[in-house]
């Protein structure tokens, strides 16, 4: 019935995924166009905003939405200074509030306080988008913590209906996102909180998604059973090295199959053209949080975002927070710019040319267009492994590689080499999986006057479109500064030839007047560190960080986790008994607790519900707060928990309730306590 529904949609539309019959699956235009875009915007901006939550519980007033200084215009501006190609706007999150005057309910702008209650901000963002020429998205979240009637039939008419306003008032939509976060806790238009739980096949996603197909021709929808691009299974911004744009029809609509990791690959033998979209944010949060100003991700970091997404044949889907003056905060605007600048520039001048030696095939005429710097031209190859070798004519020094499919016609690598010539032989230089769409690889510099592929296996005969080499100036990566238990910091940058500097008095760092780093030092209790690393006359961006108090006299137990969760070091984490008890050594008033939950790819005991406990002699407890965090499965960032009142004491105790792999072990990266001065 689906394969019908699909293929029905496909030759009627031309949207939704083409199915190969006797050849490999291939990409709708659409679908294709979408990938074109490569880098593109999320905006997660609505009452969470003003009630600093992630995913609101649906009894946030609408009072609480009131941003005076909107400015779409200036989100539209820094997407297109950031090479954004579109944004997508969530119109509707978890919480249930509209950001557009929705017929339908009356939880919307159209109650808060902003324009009187006249203002429609999904008709300000689509404005302001088409004014800078960027294309438009939405997010219409399926679950609904404010709707009373969530998990009846009578809530997916309430749905269909706000879809419709949406996809019917506001133009032309490129995509359409429709999140997996479905039932949970929350307010239900009842006075008090409770989980609902819905059954998998709660939503009829098949009138769902024709109406998005047949209301938006040319848009792709992500999310729900008969999407046309896939979700890259994490919300860290990377893609798997091997990568496949192709997933085994079957399976998709086996609601047995585990997606999220058989999704992260796709299959080197898949049936349907499905690709992948990294979603990350620019913050920890997907809102604005002021707590996290600090916290905004690294050049470097989202440098590595760009090559692990993009140059691993997905799409980037880079989510921004306006504040809650309505407004992109300006170091992000900044930051996102330098980005756009750091990547194109070390991608800007292709030392490949079209008059160099290239052999590999019969067609020689034809294998040119592999060096011409065009992707709409390509090169058919004779055997399903060529070997294309170029001869620069004389030595070149290069540290990336680019490289791309003509995926028109499928996606087919599935394994090669990169070899250089070097006195006299072949030198691998990486063995790898997949191309797709772009692949671009990164290594330290070689000089070489000879470059050749060798395709080691692939789906059928490959189509190859260009083959291309850079020399990326790199700049030395920001120090990472990090300070232990007993109050040492020490300060660690990625580039080991690089020197770093640093101030303890909160001034810029530079050469001249900064401290020369040499070894780990003491600075215990309140202080700000900032650092540089200089490589010659490159100099990473100040990497800044403000501690306080000390830590120097806490214990655990179990007694081994403070090592662990103490150190400042986010990759050492404490999985183990749970609870954990944390020993002040000292009665003192306490505001709450931070918690990271381990961070490493496979982590375990991520927290879901907890209590905290406090005690004065470690005999008698209070509890002094029980909750849940949201979004751990996907989003396990650092969490603040402020006690309700002011507590005393010299014990805390923090004790799972639930853990996301259903383990009884609790998990933690770093843990603090936040106490009062
Ligand atoms: C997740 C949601 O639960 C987050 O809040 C956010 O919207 C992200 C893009 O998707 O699954």
Redesign the pocket.
Known sequence: MKNYIIGLLSGLLCVAPVIAQNRLAEPSRVQLEWQRMETTA?V?FSVNTYADM??GYGNESPQLFNPEKLDCRQWARTCKEAGLQGVIL?AK??DGFCLWPSAYTEHSVKNSPWKNGQGDLVREFVDACREYGLKVGL?L?PWDCNHPEYGKPEYITYFCNQLRELLTNYGELYEF?F???NGGRGYYGTDSLHTRKIPADYYPWEKITKMVYELQPNCVVHGGDLANIRWVGN?EGYALEEHWSTVREPELYDKNVQKRFQWMKGHDDGTIWMPSEV?V?VRPG??YHASEDHKLKSLSKLTDIYYESVGRNSLLLL?LTPNKDGLIPAQDSIRLCEWHKRYTSELSNNLMSDRMRISGGKDTKRLRCLLDGNRESYWVADTKTPVVEVDFGKKLRFNRLLLQECIEKGQRVKAFTIEYWRDGKWIVLDTQTTIGYKRILRFPEIVSSRLRICVKDSRDIPYLSEIQIYLAETVPDAPVISRNQKGEVSLTCSDSNAAIFYTLDGKEPTVSDGILYQKPFISDGDCIIKSIAVNGNRISTTAIRRFEGSKAIWTTVPAKAASRIFDGVEHTAWVGTNPLVVDLNAVCKLKGLTYLPDQSRWASGLVVKYVIEISKDGDRWEEAIRGEF??MQ??PVEQQILFPKVCEGRFIRFRALSTVDNSDRLGAAELNVILFK
Do not use: L, Q, R
């Open positions: 999320f997660h992630e995913w969530t999150h978890h997010y979240s996102w999140d997996g976060a919300e979603d944010s997907w809102y989510n949201a979004n996907n989003h």
